[in-house]
């Protein structure tokens, strides 16, 4: 089994632990192992990418004609004033 050392844990958050080891009738270091153990076996959830999440956010936004400033113009690079 590997080993893993964490430095600098703030006070507050050894007590906690220390407390929910109690809790459950077991050491600090079994507390952290189990707690370790939740994290990485939840299911994670995988979002859809940016463009998918922004088409589903303003699906069904009721866009009922085209945009027509945008038709048929030219494009032109952006002016830094260099």
């Known amino acids: ?5 964490v430095r600098n844990v703030d ?3 050894k007590t906690g632990l220390k407390f929910r080891a109690s809790q459950h009738g077991w050491s600090m270091e079994e507390e952290i192992r189990q707690i370790l153990h ?11 990418k940016l463009g998918s ?4 956010r303003f699906a069904g936004g009721g866009l009922e004609q085209s ?7 030219n494009i032109y ?3 830094l004033g260099k």
């Open 1 to 5: 089994m590997a080993q893993v050392i």
């Open 11 to 13: 006070d507050y958050v």
């Open 38 to 48: 939740r994290a990485v076996s939840e299911d994670i959830q995988i979002l859809p």
């Open 53 to 56: 999440r922004i088409a589903e």
């Open 67 to 73: 945009l027509p400033e945008l038709h048929g113009e």
């Open 77 to 79: 690079p952006m002016d």
